[in-house]
């Protein structure tokens, strides 16, 4: 099979009261330990990568790899383009190969927002085979390589501008801004309440209110959350246990994810757990093994951890295995 759109897969995302996962990714284990984890959990899957994965690995080096995953796994697979910021970027992965860009002028003024993603979704719908296009709509606080916005800068999207946004625009799905953030810090400590007994963080709710809205707005259609990893506290353990330092990261809970997913959400953004987990696995391999000095021990190491996480987030958050 080779690598395909959202269309079809939000569509059966929608109606099945799950989640596609969008897990981003710079390098082979990455790539492997994604599609190996949805290969044993009979799951669609989407990986997508970011401006900052494509200077990093150079995009025909990702191109390659996905291709690998696809022939390897035999999984329908998007190629998607992650915070695209301008129409050069978009156009440039969608003739380059990928089935999926979003382009991300959330930033910009509601106006110029919907002319630069109406230009993108034009070229990309006239594309063969059709490319699919995600938009956005608020801004989420936090860090996601090139994007930053400061906490208390980042506004919830304004469900009364969604109906006018996907007309005018056409695109395939939305992402809205609800409470979620990027990151492995997504809070401030004084954005969270404090468990008394345990003494970690707990994060405010998402604004599920919000999302009902869009929702009954915007009937069927594909709505996508950004910035969702829920910085799991076991990676977090083991990161400090041997010798990391990871103060009060905090991620949105898991069980606010797979409500999300079982209403409108059809997409959820997951990266910054798959980097705890990696490094979760290569600093235990360190501490464990002082001798070892060959790549593969160690980054095999982090391979698996960010396998058995993918697997944990397909199964207990998105709800996507046994969906093919
Ligand atoms: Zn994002």
């Known amino acids: 099979m080779p690598l395909v759109n959202t269309k079809e897969m939000f569509e059966k995302a929608y109606k099945g009261g799950y989640a596609i996962g969008a897990f981003n990714c710079n390098n082979m ?37 996905v291709e690998a995953a696809v022939e390897d796994t035999g999984l ?53 085979p059709y490319v699919t296009v995600e938009a956005e709509l608020g801004t989420l606080a936090g860090i996601e390589d090139d994007v930053k916005v400061e906490h208390g800068a980042e506004s919830y999207t304004r469900p009364e501008q969604v109906e006018e946004f996907v007309k005018r625009t056409g695109v395939d799905s939305l ?5 979620t953030s990027h990151g492995a810090y997504k809070f401030k400590p004084e954005q969270c309440t ?26 069927g259609f594909p709505i996508v959350l950004h910035g969702s990893s829920s910085v799991n506290q076991e990676y977090v353990d083991i990161i400090n246990a041997h010798g990391g330092k990871l103060v009060d ?11 999300a997913a079982r209403l409108s959400v059809c997409k959820i953004n ?22 070892h000095f060959d790549p593969r ?6 391979r698996a951890y960010v396998k058995e996480l993918v697997k944990h987030k397909i199964k207990e958050v998105l709800g996507s295995n046994d969906r093919l």
Do not use: W
């Open 29 to 65: 284990e990455i790539v492997q330990a994604i599609t190996e984890a949805a290969k044993e959990c009979n799951s669609p899957v989407i990986l997508q990568v970011s401006a900052g994965a494509r200077k990093y690995a150079k995009p025909i080096y990702l191109k390659k790899m």
């Open 76 to 128: 329908p697979i998007v190629l998607h383009l992650d915070h695209g910021a301008d129409f050069e970027i978009c156009k440039d992965c969608i003739d380059g190969g990928f089935t999926s860009v979003m382009i991300d002028c959330s930033s910009k003024p509601f106006e110029e927002n919907i002319e630069i993603t109406r230009k993108v979704v034009e070229y990309a719908h006239a594309h063969v």
């Open 175 to 179: 992402a809205i801004a609800i409470g």
């Open 194 to 219: 404090r468990d008394p007994k345990t003494g970690k963080l707990l994060p405010p709710p998402l604004r599920f209110d919000i999302l009902e809205e869009v929702s009954r707005r915007l009937p």
């Open 249 to 259: 990261a905090v991620g949105v809970p898991e069980e606010q994810l797979r409500q």
């Open 270 to 291: 997951i990266d910054s757990d798959l980097r705890l987990a990696m490094t979760a696995g290569i600093r235990q391999h360190f501490e464990e093994h002082p001798e």
């Open 297 to 302: 021990q160690y980054v095999g190491d982090g």
